[in-house]
């Protein structure tokens, strides 16, 4: 089990694992650095998308040759995102990333049914993945940005996606709190009786408990305080939450209070791209790789 992105990076780079990433809007003054830096450790080969006059003057500005790069020039996001779609049913690329335009685009073209990687009906999700200092590992957090107001079933297949996403990672027995803003259900907060009901789900393995506030899910002496009896308190490794209100600002409130490092994913059933705020740094777009490449090689490997 990866307890930070330290110890993926080191995994990759020890185990030569790599992959060809296709970046739509490419002229991304936070996308390139990364890209840049994952291929000098060897673990990407980009192509890049988007506009090459922009995307080579960047370059340059990193002291990197563009002549060393794939580049091709296509300006609008559309079209863009169409073609790295295609490239990778082609098998030109293995992994999509998110670059400079809108999520909107990466998720139509991701969706087309006549031609995307996904079902046009299928479920997809955002995770974002962070080093919790407290616990010394790393969390998980989804939904953050693609389902408004998922109903309960979508919850749970958004559960079940993100589980196999950390299974896949290394731990086959995580921990789950479902968060709400108490740790009782309340018909007044329906996110608490949705979670409530959720927690008495057959899971398997892994230990699902809710509705559970976040201090409690990060912090075991608040839920001690409490009076809470628990085995996932303090020792959360997935986060659900409720609604994408939570699951945005929580996601900014890691990066822009919290300060800690952060990846971040698009999934499906059986499916992974990297898929980033257009605000995230570069540190963030470059753990997004690492995961994004990694979680490609072990499906790969296990034949997912």
């Given at each position: 089990?990866?307890?930070?992105?330290?110890?993926?990076?080191?995994?990759?780079?020890?185990?030569?694992?790599?992959?060809?990433?296709?970046?739509?809007?490419?002229?991304?003054?936070?996308?390139?650095?990364?890209?840049?830096?994952?291929?000098?450790?060897?673990?990407?080969?980009?192509?890049?998308?988007?506009?090459?006059?922009?995307?080579?003057?960047?370059?340059?500005?990193?002291?990197?040759?563009?002549?060393?790069?794939?580049?091709?020039?296509?300006?609008?996001?559309?079209?863009?995102?169409?073609?790295?779609?295609?490239?990778?049913?082609?098998?030109?690329?293995?992994?999509?990333?998110?670059?400079?335009?809108?999520?909107?685009?990466?998720?139509?073209?991701?969706?087309?049914?006549?031609?995307?990687?996904?079902?046009?009906?299928?479920?997809?999700?955002?995770?974002?993945?962070?080093?919790?200092?407290?616990?010394?590992?790393?969390?998980?957090?989804?939904?953050?940005?693609?389902?408004?107001?998922?109903?309960?079933?979508?919850?749970?297949?958004?559960?079940?996606?993100?589980?196999?996403?950390?299974?896949?990672?290394?731990?086959?027995?995580?921990?789950?709190a479902l968060l709400s803003a108490i740790e009782k259900p309340s018909p007044m907060i329906p996110s608490s009786v949705e979670a409530a009901t959720m927690a008495t789900?057959n899971w398997g393995k892994v230990i699902v408990e809710g509705p559970m506030a976040l201090d409690n899910a990060l912090d075991a002496s608040a839920a001690r305080h409490?009076?809470?009896?628990?085995?996932?308190?303090?020792?959360?490794?997935?986060?659900?939450?409720?609604?994408?209100?939570?699951?945005?600002?929580?996601?900014?409130?890691?990066?822009?209070?919290?300060?800690?490092?952060?990846?971040?994913?698009?999934?499906?059933?059986?499916?992974?791209?990297?898929?980033?705020?257009?605000?995230?740094?570069?540190?963030?777009?470059?753990?997004?790789?690492?995961?994004?490449?990694?979680?490609?090689?072990?499906?790969?490997?296990?034949?997912?």
């Amino acid at each position: 089990m990866f307890r930070d992105f330290k110890d993926i990076e080191k995994y990759m780079i020890d185990n030569n694992i790599r992959a060809s990433v296709v970046v739509g809007g490419s002229h991304d003054d936070l996308a390139l650095p990364a890209i840049v830096r994952a291929k000098k450790e060897g673990i990407i080969e980009p192509i890049l998308i988007g506009d090459a006059v922009k995307t080579e003057d960047l370059l340059r500005t990193l002291g990197e040759e563009p002549a060393d790069y794939r580049i091709e020039d296509e300006k609008n996001e559309f079209k863009t995102a169409r073609k790295m779609v295609k490239m990778v049913l082609e098998g030109k690329a293995e992994v999509t990333m998110k670059g400079l335009m809108q999520s909107s685009s990466y998720l139509m073209a991701i969706r087309n049914p006549l031609g995307g990687l996904v079902k046009a009906d299928s479920l997809m999700n955002q995770v974002t993945v962070f080093y919790d200092p407290s616990q010394e590992k790393l969390v998980y957090v989804g939904d953050c940005a693609v389902n408004a107001f998922p109903t309960v079933e979508q919850r749970c297949e958004i559960l079940r996606q993100i589980i196999s996403l950390v299974e896949l990672l290394g731990n086959d027995e995580p921990k789950i709190a479902l968060l709400s803003a108490i740790e009782k259900p309340s018909p007044m907060i329906p996110s608490s009786v949705e979670a409530a009901t959720m927690a008495t789900m057959n899971w398997g393995k892994v230990i699902v408990e809710g509705p559970m506030a976040l201090d409690n899910a990060l912090d075991a002496s608040a839920a001690r305080h409490k009076g809470m009896d628990s085995k996932v308190a303090g020792q959360a490794d997935i986060l659900l939450v409720p609604d994408i209100h939570a699951g945005n600002i929580l996601h900014k409130a890691i990066h822009f209070f919290g300060h800690l490092p952060f990846g971040t994913l698009l999934l499906g059933d059986g499916f992974s791209a990297i898929f980033n705020s257009r605000t995230d740094d570069e540190d963030a777009k470059y753990y997004s790789i690492l995961l994004g490449v990694l979680c490609n090689a072990e499906r790969r490997r296990k034949g997912l």
